[in-house]
């Protein structure tokens, strides 16, 4: 007979960082350890304030809550996906202050006073018509996701070549395999177009 | 009225069919406001989420929720798979079968909630040994799964004295002692996972009594029966939606034991439940490929042409034992005289679902493996022994097709000029290239489908039709029967799909919904055209025949310019809307829809023979379908099938820890799939000559999803002339495949 495997909570782990990391920086190095200040406990919720899409925002979260939960559950913005949670899909990618994160990854709290911008921000863009041109979508699920992944590979690479998009996009996965079709949508659009 | 012949405009009248159409939900796909069931959120909901056995093979004694019920947001603890206090154990037959369901406040209660679950287990051997047959045998977890055996007419009968198997023995050896060349192999294909991005689930609630379920389903007309029979009301008293869905490919028939939890749930709970997978949970128990090992060995005439053929495959398909379906060996190629065999593993995994094209390319690969080795061993072009052999297939009146198709890919993939003997290319320091082919066949009939077509008298219509959209397009091939037929543009009409609420239509799956939602459409539109025709003829004094639907106009043919616009055409309708339903029953013959399609595939690659990695250069698919309605995403969907073909010949395979039996790579991060920099070039022939076009619509789904693997695997062959024998082809493979031949 075994034990179940010990669940994780990760309030648990949060309640208990600071110590932690005390903890074993005094038993691993003395000089180390005079370096740690010892963090403030969170816990409970906690209101933070964040800009969504150009909006003001305020939510009230848990520290534990990730920025893909507040957006999903209280901003109503389900463009970002739950795929996977250690960000490994790409699908739940959202720009924060310009730079893309995956939001099941990233903690609310820890974007608190920042920029957020969704798919659902860059509808009226360029980049969802050429997806849709080049019908580089077909379930749909994984495609918010790499319309904000390749909206910030082309703030990168305005320009870029063939060789360089087949190299840049490669954090998001598609299972219906639309990669030929979003690779059309983003040569369409480093060349000004949209056409399919 | 005289009665409506069903057929499709002439060619060169068609303005919607056949053309490049963008899909009408692109944008909300794309721009991230469509609404998947994941995404629906019902106010006052509970999340659930599910405990996953963490073993595949045990029993569960006993579970301890005091703890989970402590934690602050949890509401509810649902017993799935797991005894109550006074029950003997349970046993489970699958890592990762749900034990029980957690219901709370938010996610990240629910998921403390679940981690606060106790459950006592005793663990019992596990054997998840798919590809071992020897120790299947030795641990008794073997299952006959048929098998019998062709003799070409021509060798004659055993005489009434000869014991029938004997003299079967006899015949056999005494083709492979007179062939010319004997190939003898071991080739395999690993289980996969279906890995819909959308996990399984479900968002529920009850209101006055009735079920009403966003479901991520391929088969919204049907899962209301599902619910209703698992929780004891009718079918009236369900219904189902499903806008969205997020990835089927043949996992998503039925509620599942979670979405019935769900319902029960939100019984208990009088509030509405949302009961989604978690990724792992989505990878282990809903729904995976059967694996497909074999010992084949093949006989051929001097000319490469097989003569007979001798298998015996196995593999599983989770605790209940089957394995790639017999009557599929060997694929598309069929010699005078073949025996085949097969042996079910019972291994501790969730039973295998369908999945796109089942048992096809797992076929494909442990058949045309062997016959491009037959072109290997005799140093002769595997294009050349794959169109020596269309003349024994099993569906000898394609042979031209194939032929045709063949040509067409090698044009395309260049392969007179990159091809070489197996092993003999040119190596650029490391990396050596090959080419291969696969082909393969597929039935695509349409399903049966009803379609409620509504026309108002100010012009408007809209249809109704319990189909769904998995990525294919539904809504806009419906969208482009209407306005096709009505004359009309695509914003004139409105398709509504994705309820059971709707007529019935079937479930998606085996390349059956084009067909099946084109033919009930355009009877639809033609019954109701026919009407409508009739009231203008009235009042324009002429005959119904006559009159043309085209460019928002109903026009006489005559010459006397009469017309009159579609609007006053309704205009006649009257105050109530005309409405027609309109059916197509599957297996009726029909000028509209057929089925039976043949196909190839060839692939270039570049392999590193100190890495063991492969790259794809170029990939080919010629395909034909019958008539196309919308070139744009049927295009779409056989780059896709090209993608999953990569994916399972290179980097997708379900890996159980041989100890435990724990699926240990159920986590995106370790279940590789290719990503966009892994494709290549892609080239896509679809294959329309109007012998096929005039067929009627085809399902496209499966059929390019067959050949592709196979295709890489010959062509990794045929760079190394060394054979990799089970495919996803990691880099360790190659590397052991190298290691085993230099001995
Ligand atoms: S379109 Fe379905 S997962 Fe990408």
Known sequence: MSQPTKGFSRRAFLRGSGVAAAASSVTSTQSASAAIVPVPIIAGETQVSLTVNGQKKTVTVEPRTTL???????????????????????????LVDGKPVMASTTLT????????????????????????????QQCGFCTPGFVVAVKAFLNQHPDAT??????????????????????????????????? | MAEVDYRWPENHKMRWIGKRVDRLDGLEKSGGTAKYTYDVNLPNQLIVRGLGCPHAHCNVLAVDISEAEKVPGVVYIHRLNAPGPNDDPVEIRADGTLLVAVAAENEAAAAEGVSKVKVQYKLLDAFTADHDLQSAEA????????????????????????????????????LFDTSAHVVEGEYGIDSITHCCLEPHGATVHWVDGKLKVYLSTQNVSQADDGFAGALEITADDVDV?????????????????????????????????????????????????????????????????VRVWDSLH???????????????????????????????????NEPSVAWRAPNHPQACAITQTAYDDLAAKMGVDSLDIFLRNLENID?????????????????????????????????????????????HKWAGTANSSNCLLKIHADGGVESYCGTQDLGTGTRTVCAMVLAETFGLTLDEVKVNIGSSTYPFSGASGGSTTVGAVTESHRRAAQDALAKVLDLVAKKLDVSADILDAVGGKIVARDYSGKEMTWKQACSLIGIQPLEVNSSYARGTASPLSSENVAGCQMAHVAVDTETGQVKIKRMVAV??????????????????????????????????????????????????????????????????????????????????????????????????????????LTPKRVLDALRTAKG
């Not at chain 1, 970002?80 to 490994?88: L, Y």
């Not at chain 1, 608190?112 to 580089?136: H, Q, R, W």
């Not at chain 2, 598309?332 to 005289?337: A, E, G, L, N």
């Open chain 2, 241 to 305: 939606t499903c806008d969205y869905i997020g990835g089927g490919f043949g996992s998503k028939f039925q509620p599942n034991y979670w979405g019935i939890a769900a319902a029960e749930i939100s019984k208990v709970t009088g509030r509405p439940v949302k009961f989604m997978l978690t990724r792992d949970q989505e990878l282990k128990i809903a729904g995976n490929r059967p694996s497909g090992y074999i010992k084949v060995k093949l006989g051929a005439d001097a000319n490469g042409v």
């Open chain 2, 395 to 439: 569906t000898p009146e394609k042979a031209p097709v194939y032929a045709e198709q063949l040509r067409i890919a090698a044009d395309l993939i260049n392969w007179r000029k990159h091809w070489h003997p197996h092993g003999k290319g040119k190596k650029s320091g490391a990396v050596v290239e090959g080419l291969g082919i696969g082909i």
């Open chain 2, 139 to 174: 641990n008794g977890r073997t299952k006959p799964a048929g098998g019998g055996i062709e003799l070409d007419e021509a060798l004659g009968e055993p005489g009434d004295d000869e014991d029938e198997e004997e003299w079967e023995n006899k015949v056999m050896q005494h």
């Open chain 1, 109 to 136: 709290v820890a974007v608190s006073g920042k920029s957020i911008s969704t798919c659902e921000g860059l509808k009226d863009g360029d980049i969802p018509k050429a997806f849709v041109s080049n019908d580089a």
């Open chain 1, 162 to 196: 063939e060789e360089q998009i087949r190299a840049g996009l490669n954090g998001n996965i598609c299972r219906c395999g639309t990669y030929a079709n979003v690779l059309q949508a983003v040569i369409a659009l480093v060349k000004g177009n949209q056409n399919g």
């Open chain 1, 68 to 94: 893909l939960d507040t957006l999903r559950y209280q901003l109503n913005l389900t463009g970002a996906k739950p795929v996977s949670s250690d960000g490994s899909s790409g699908a739940s990618t959202v």
């Open chain 2, 314 to 348: 196995w593999g599983t398909s989770g605790f209940n034992g089957s394995t790639v379906a017999v009557g599929n060996i060997p694929y598309v190629f069929r010699p005078k005289s073949f025996r085949r065999k097969a042996t079910g593993i019972v291994t501790d």
């Open chain 2, 623 to 728: 395909q034909d379908m019958g008539l196309i309605i919308n070139r744009k995403t049927a295009e779409s969907q056989i780059y896709g099938a090209m993608i999953m073909s990569i994916a399972a010949a290179l980097f997708e395979q379900r890996i159980n820890d041989p100890k435990t039996g724990v699926f240990v790579n159920s986590e995106l991060a370790d279940y590789r799939l290719p990503r966009l920099g892994d494709i290549g070039n892609l080239v896509v022939h679809l294959h329309e000559p109007e012998s096929e076009r005039a067929r009627g619509v085809i399902g496209l789904g499966e059929p390019p999803a067959i050949s592709g693997c196979t295709a890489i695997s010959n062509a990794v062959c045929n760079a190394l002339g060394v054979r990799v024998p089970t495919i996803p």
